[in-house]
């Protein structure tokens, strides 16, 4: 119908923190994924899951610290 906008589906929006307590040298979702040998989509998966933890800038974008991506690693290292 005229003037009726059509929008697309929302995504389901995960909360994360916006702030940064730590130190200035987080890296991008690029930078993480080059860093963990996987691609940027893995690293967006894992984030959106919970798994890797981060938080965002104010512009949206994703930011992984060192102790988060250390977090992240010592979890999948095995138990025992």
């Known amino acids: 119908a005229p003037g ?35 691609s940027i989509a893995t690293v967006r998966r894992w984030s959106n899951a919970g798994h890797l933890q981060g938080y965002r800038t104010p512009g949206g974008q994703r930011r992984f610290t060192p102790e988060q991506r250390e ?6 290292r095995p138990k025992g």
């Open 4 to 38: 009726v906008r059509k929008t697309a589906p929302s995504a389901v929006v995960v909360p994360m923190a916006t702030t940064d307590s730590g130190p200035r040298l987080a890296l991008t979702v690029s930078q993480a994924a080059a860093e963990l040998g996987v």
């Open 71 to 76: 977090a992240f690693m010592e979890a999948l």
